[in-house]
């Protein structure tokens, strides 16, 4: 099935609002053996969705669009689908209905204009739409789908979820693409891709290299009439790359840095604590964004002020001495918010953030400290070239990296 | 003049980088009077991107890319601009040995496949890219205008500013649109809407509503033959949005809540400390992604554990009588927190972010306290129906709104 994506709305165009939509369903269309070609964006406008419609129906069999199904003069979706299968939309007792008693049961009358949501085409039927007042169509003639789903993401993810994904799954006869990410870090895209080499000949499979905040990436993929013999050809590809790469390999698939942070944590039965300063407590906030979290981490200080830093416990000599911007500095934080909040490990940040420098030190300067058991400690320092929000997402990711090292040195 | 915007490269064809550059594009060329009407995403694919490019040539007559100008094979945007312009690449000496240099500076021999880095064809101009090895390309023939930047979105944007946009800048004689945005909070978006309907028939401008996280925004804006008349169209309307909403506008434009928030702080001379539970440091996080945030913002604890908050002054009975999950406990954290860090002001959350529940209160529970000056304590109450991170950030916004309101309601 070849199939293209069409967001529709002035404020996907214009860059309002960023096209989240899109790339939530392409990445889920190898999976069903759907060959996905263009993705396109187009705003309100009749004659404009019209044309890039017209195209889609000459080049693909199934169409996707998100957005245009509001009730104002502005959403013209359905209008336009039918348009293009040449049919009338009349309007659906039992739809009609529905919207009349969403409407009632929030105490409003429902305005007029909110019937077209009620509309349906003799082609199409209608998607459920739990979370919204406009549900989804799923139109076919002549061999050709076009599948309309809500602009707003939680509404449009639940609709693929519950109708559109598994009709698909029904109906895609063909390959499937079944592909494992591996994900490495502390090596260089080059080397890892040198690293992988021998394998990419291996017959049945594509391997790719892919950089990313948290490491390198290998994607290994396999297309196969059935999910079985996919698998069958990744396994031992995925073995070897394990083989290849041993320690340097830190997850895979969905797994998340800070998830692999609170195994390595939770497998030894250690806890932790931070303090931060240029981070602004991002670190701490990352941490927790896995569930589980307390399995380990206790908590965090910010010490945005020097006065803070000392308060909880930093001594001031090492500050006077070394600067607040140090190394020495870092590992001071580490061993008093680790005696403060009475874990096994501490860590501490301090950095200049930006957008001034600071102690004459510039922006992206950024020292890390870890303090452990049986007087343990170890630091590392950053100098980032980038802009406030990305020097501190830089160092929560080089302070993950640091505790990583530290545990598995550690054991 | 009419562009379209084509982002090329099968990831963010795919979804598996999530296309940025369109964005930041689009939104600047209302600016410049230049109309943009389609935006596309095609992968690395030879016939695929040349099909595209030729509809673009025939609709539209200034043209974008992003991405496809690295050095490997799937990387085409050059060869198909060069059979668009019915041109043949050739190596530019002065780029290669620009390219040479930069590997050289690296200590690595070129890969000769980098060549292509130093190509033009005679009706394109090179655009610099310090960042990178890609340069770009700004071709024009028979009135038609194609502009190619790099991917790579530091790139890309420096490109644009330092090049492109001065270019374009120069060359748009037409209409400029001007618009300024007026940001509310604390009043839903059908109401903002019935308060502001009595403009909307002010000629010569345009007013949207947009619902966001930080609150209704009312955008007003003015197409205009300079900025200056633009703008004089555009003053009246804002000054009698300022008059109708008050003090529900917090900002305009680029302001952002954490810098509204940091400016009332600052105005009073108010400090201000934070304890967070559910939240686990995103509340001092987003508050310090404002430059200044040092001025009045101290520091933070994230009390992860329940003995942390305990460990951090909160009284035991407090959490033994009412639950770590209370507005009780939101208080006596602010309390605590403003006492530990003598400051004048302490916030304190607690919540359930799930997945589980806790204390059998369902997930998207949050209490928010507040402490200040002369005993002045008030707490909030809200219950969040979203996933894990959705919760934080929802939780982080209503902190926000917790402080915005203790402000402006303590003078």
Redesign the interface.
């Known amino acids: 099935m070849k199939a293209e994506i069409i967001a529709i709305g002035t404020?996907i165009?214009?860059?309002?609002i960023?096209?989240?939509n899109?790339?939530?369903?392409?990445?889920q269309?190898?999976e069903l053996g759907i060959d996905?070609?263009?993705?396109?964006?187009?705003?309100d406008?009749m004659g404009?969705i019209k044309e890039?419609f017209e195209?889609a129906w000459n080049r693909s069999n199934l169409i996707i669009t998100t957005g245009g199904l509001g009730p104002t003069d502005d959403d013209m979706t359905r209008e336009c689908v039918a348009d293009l299968f040449g049919e009338e939309p009349y309007v659906v007792s039992e739809l009609e209905q529905r919207l009349r008693s969403f409407f009632a049961s929030r105490g409003y009358p429902m305005p007029e204009s909110n019937i077209k949501q009620a509309w349906l085409i003799p082609s199409a039927r209608a998607l459920d739409n739990p979370r919204g007042t406009a549900p989804g169509w799923w139109a076919e003639k002549d061999g050709r789908i076009v599948v309309c789903m809500p602009g707003v993401p939680p509404e449009m993810e639940l609709m693929w979820k519950d109708h559109v994904r598994p009709e698909l799954e029904r109906r895609s006869g063909s390959e499937v693409l079944v592909t494992r990410t591996v994900k490495t870090i502390g090596i260089g895209e080059g080397t890892v891709d040198e690293m992988a080499r021998p394998l990419y000949s291996t017959p049945g499979i594509g391997i790719g290299t892919?950089a990313r905040a948290d490491g390198v990436h290998l994607r290994i993929g396999a297309k196969a009439p059935t999910r079985e013999e996919a698998w069958h050809r990744i396994i031992p590809v995925e073995q070897e790359l394990d083989r290849i790469f041993g320690n340097a390999i830190w997850g895979k698939d969905e797994d998340t840095f800070e998830g692999h942070i609170r195994t390595l944590f939770a497998d030894r039965n250690r806890t932790l604590a931070v303090m931060?300063s240029c981070?602004?407590?991002?670190?701490?906030?990352t941490?927790?964004?896995v569930?589980g979290?307390?399995d380990y981490?206790?908590?965090?200080?910010?010490?945005?002020?020097t006065?803070?830093k000392i308060?909880s416990g930093v001594a001031p000599e090492v500050i006077r001495e070394h600067g607040v911007i140090s190394a020495e500095t870092a590992i001071a934080m580490a061993h008093a918010v680790r005696e403060?909040?009475?874990t096994d490990y501490g860590l501490g940040i301090t950095g200049v953030?930006?957008?001034?420098p600071q102690e004459d030190k510039p922006v992206g300067t950024v020292h890390l400290g870890v303090a452990g058991p049986d007087g343990f400690q170890s630091s590392m320092s950053s100098s980032f070239n980038?802009g406030?929000?990305a020097v501190?997402r830089r160092a929560v990711t080089t302070a993950m990296l640091l505790l990583r090292r530290t545990l598995l040195d550690q054991r």
Not at 13 to 16: A, C, I, N, Y
Not at 22 to 27: G, L
């Open positions: 404020e165009l214009l860059g309002e960023i096209d989240t899109s790339a939530y369903i392409a990445q269309l190898p996905l070609y263009y993705k396109s964006v187009v705003g406008n404009r890039t195209r892919y931060e981070t602004g407590g991002l670190l701490a906030s941490l927790t964004d569930s979290a307390a981490f206790k908590g965090g200080i910010v010490t945005y002020w006065e803070a308060e403060r909040m009475g953030a930006g957008p001034d980038s406030r929000a501190k």
